[in-house]
């Protein structure tokens, strides 16, 4: 098992463009999560899917959007980058239930320019 | 709403030395409770959790947790530092019920460095 996979590891972007920050797992999760990483800031989450075909916002979900493409694979957009947005980002897929630890992938570096 | 609180963002011990990194929640409700563990440029790994089962909690490398209802902490600690042991370490916490206390939500993190 991969476990939770993210693409890319890293990217530069400058002001004003776009990407999808891709997100894939094979553990058979229902629930998929995205988080930004920031110093000194914890993980703070964006938007989450607690099960295929829903989405919902998180603590932090302005500049961003979120496709559950399949049970699979949940995509982070961002439609119009702005140098705010420069963090570490994480996505984590759990067994969908409170008592249930999430799994996180290794991260995409984000900078914006 | 739950919070968790860390305190110490940066808790500095000599190798062999005891790790007690603290971890205090606020919740209206016992809640589910995580220890994750951040290695540089990496990813976040589960320590261990709280689920009700027991209030003292193992987890891997040596780590462990007790639940204090009382004092709503869950801090965690190993007897004896190793060099491999530093890292980032974050508690999580989460409330019961559906819809969006699924959500984890976290402390701000704390560093630990080891002196050899």
């Known amino acids: 098992n991969a476990g939770v996979t993210q693409t890319p590891k890293f990217q530069v972007l400058k002001t004003g463009q776009s990407m999808t920050l891709q997100c894939a797992q094979d553990?058979?999760?229902?629930?998929m999560y995205w988080y930004r990483q920031d110093p000194g800031m914890g993980l703070r989450l964006i938007y989450y899917s607690a099960s295929e075909g829903t989405t919902d916002k998180g603590e932090v979900p302005n500049g961003y959007n979120v496709s559950r493409l399949n049970k699979r694979e949940f995509s982070l957009r961002l439609e119009s980058a702005a140098p705010s947005q420069t963090s570490v980002y994480f996505c984590a897929s759990s067994v969908t239930g409170q008592s249930y630890e999430q799994y996180f992938g290794p991260g995409t570096r984000l900078t914006v320019t | 709403a739950q919070s968790v609180t860390q305190l110490g963002s940066h808790v500095s011990v000599s190798e062999g030395a005891l790790v007690l990194l603290r971890c205090n929640y606020s919740?209206?409700?016992?809640?589910?409770l995580f220890w994750y563990v951040q290695y540089p440029n990496q990813g976040l790994q589960l320590l261990l959790k709280y689920t009700s089962a027991a209030t003292l909690v193992k987890g891997i490398n040596g780590f462990e947790a007790e639940f204090k209802k009382s004092e709503t902490s869950f801090h965690l600690t190993k007897p004896s530092a190793h060099m491999s042991d530093a890292a980032e370490y974050f508690c999580a916490g989460r409330g019961v019920g559906g819809g969006s206390n699924y959500k984890l939500t976290f402390g701000k993190g704390t560093l630990l460095t080891v002196n050899p």
């Open positions: 553990m058979n999760h229902n629930s």
């Open positions: 919740s209206s409700v016992p809640p589910y």
